[in-house]
């Protein structure tokens, strides 16, 4: 019998949900940045009994960031919406699902797919256009490894497509199935030229 994918993917704007991440070693480096390269106004604070070099380098770039060097407390859950944990210390990763699961937050623990409300993905970016992609947590790399090949494939000017098809959009009138009709009609005709 073969698996399905029961994942939910939502877009999140990370500049009005505030996010904690426990962490600030190698792992928490990549959360980091998966964050902040998607949003650089992300709302996050970082708890870190010590943070690596590298993450406190990389935040530098980013002002709203909070960086607190000091052991996690559980009045750190108050007011987040997100919480991720990547400080690979398992009673930690308990009293974290055991608090968030009260307090009805959604949790990631970085690499332990059982803690996890919600996973991150691989991003492929082109402009206003966002790819997300999961492998259902069966391989990462792999989900790297179509984020390049689409990043590779798709035309770096997706920006002018989108923003002639929302001005097409604003202008046409009429009903909205009409509508709908058309644009999937210029949408086809549009993609017809893609490689
Ligand atoms: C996509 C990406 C997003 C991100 O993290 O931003 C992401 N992992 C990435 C890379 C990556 N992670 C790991 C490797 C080493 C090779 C390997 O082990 O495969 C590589 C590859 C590399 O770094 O090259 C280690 C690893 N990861 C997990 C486990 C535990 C397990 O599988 O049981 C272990 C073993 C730990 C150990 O052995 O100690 C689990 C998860 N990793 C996920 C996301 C979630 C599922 C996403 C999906 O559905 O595919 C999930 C379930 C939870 C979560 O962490 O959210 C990002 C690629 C970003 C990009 O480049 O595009
Ligand atoms: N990198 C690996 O080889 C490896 C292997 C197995 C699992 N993992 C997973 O990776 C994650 C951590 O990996 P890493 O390489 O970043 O580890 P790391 O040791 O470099 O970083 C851990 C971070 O957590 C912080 N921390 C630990 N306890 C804390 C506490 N009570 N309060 C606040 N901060 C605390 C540390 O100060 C540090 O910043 C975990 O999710 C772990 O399950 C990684």
Redesign the pocket.
């Known amino acids: 019998m073969s698996e399905t994918n029961d994942l939910f993917p939502l877009f999140v704007k990370l500049s009005q949900v505030n996010t904690l991440l426990v962490g600030g070693g190698k792992v928490g480096l990549?959360?980091a940045t998966?964050l902040l390269t998607n949003d650089p106004a992300a709302v996050l604070t970082i708890v870190a009994r010590e943070a690596c070099a590298e993450l406190k380098a990389f935040i530098q770039a980013f002002p709203q960031v909070v960086l607190e060097e000091r052991p996690f407390r559980l009045t750190d859950l108050d007011g987040r919406g997100l919480v991720i944990c990547a400080t690979g210390n398992p009673p930690l990763n308990d009293e974290i699902r055991a608090a968030t699961r009260e307090r009805h937050l959604l949790l990631?623990i970085?690499?332990?797919?059982d803690l996890?409300d919600f996973?991150?993905?691989?991003?492929v970016r082109k402009g206003h256009l966002k790819i997300a992609i999961?492998?259902?947590?069966?391989?990462?790399?792999l989900?790297?490894r179509l984020?390049e090949l689409f990043t590779e494939i798709l035309p770096d000017d997706m920006d002018g497509l989108l923003e002639h098809l929302h001005t097409l959009r604003d202008k046409m009138k009429g009903d909205l199935p009409e509508k709908i009709r058309r644009l999937d009609q210029l949408t086809r005709m549009l993609l017809e030229d893609l490689p």
């Open positions: 990549e959360k998966a990631n970085a690499d332990t797919p996890c996973y991150l993905s691989s991003v999961s492998t259902n947590g069966k391989s990462p790399t989900a790297k984020r």
